[in-house]
């Protein structure tokens, strides 16, 4: 995937200079503005590429000049309207980088601290070395159990994932 290609490019430029709170902080202030008709200007072949970079200069000049730059790269190969996907994997090398594995478990009803602090204490055995960020999402479609989902995998212990499973057996 290009998009992976380009954070781990920027990721590692980020890490050489010392940089990649820094970083974040810049791809989630480019994130919170993008806007359908800037991403269309930005993204349209009609739109000198030298003119996208000085409105990238007014919209953006508060910016690190590095990562400034890294909006040029983009902006030169055509990408810029990937910015969201690069930003989201960017994110993913950080978390890495840092040993946080986030977990999203999704739920009937909203868990209990003590059922989140089992869970995260289960993960934590799994994944030695990892620190456990827990997200428990509601979705009231499921009759019980939970869904966990991590970066690497994705286990359905509800109780309609289960009756899906035997469903397809059969």
């Keep these: 995937m290009v998009e992976f290609e380009y954070a781990k490019a920027v990721f590692?430029?980020?890490k050489e200079n010392n940089k990649v709170s820094v970083f974040t902080e810049c791809f989630n202030a480019v994130c919170e503005t993008l806007e359908p008709n800037f991403l269309e200007i930005m993204s349209s072949p009609f739109v000198n590429k030298d003119?996208?970079?000085k409105i990238i200069d007014k919209v953006y000049h508060s910016l690190?000049?590095?990562?400034?730059?890294?909006?040029?790269?983009?902006i030169d190969h055509n990408r810029f309207d990937r910015i969201r996907v690069i930003a989201k994997e960017y994110e993913t090398l950080v978390l890495q980088d840092n040993n946080v594995l986030r977990v999203k478990i999704i739920s009937a009803n909203e868990l209990k601290k003590a059922q989140l602090q089992d869970l995260k204490k289960s993960l934590s055995i799994k994944y030695p070395g990892k620190t456990i960020e827990i997200e428990n999402k509601i979705n009231p479609n499921l009759i019980g159990g939970v869904q966990i989902i991590t970066d690497e995998k994705s286990l359905d212990a509800s109780v309609k994932g289960t009756l899906d499973r035997i469903r397809e057996s059969l």
């Design 12 to 14: 590692d430029l980020a």
């Design 64 to 74: 690190d000049l590095v990562f400034i730059h890294f909006l040029y790269v983009l």
């Design 51 to 53: 003119e996208k970079k």
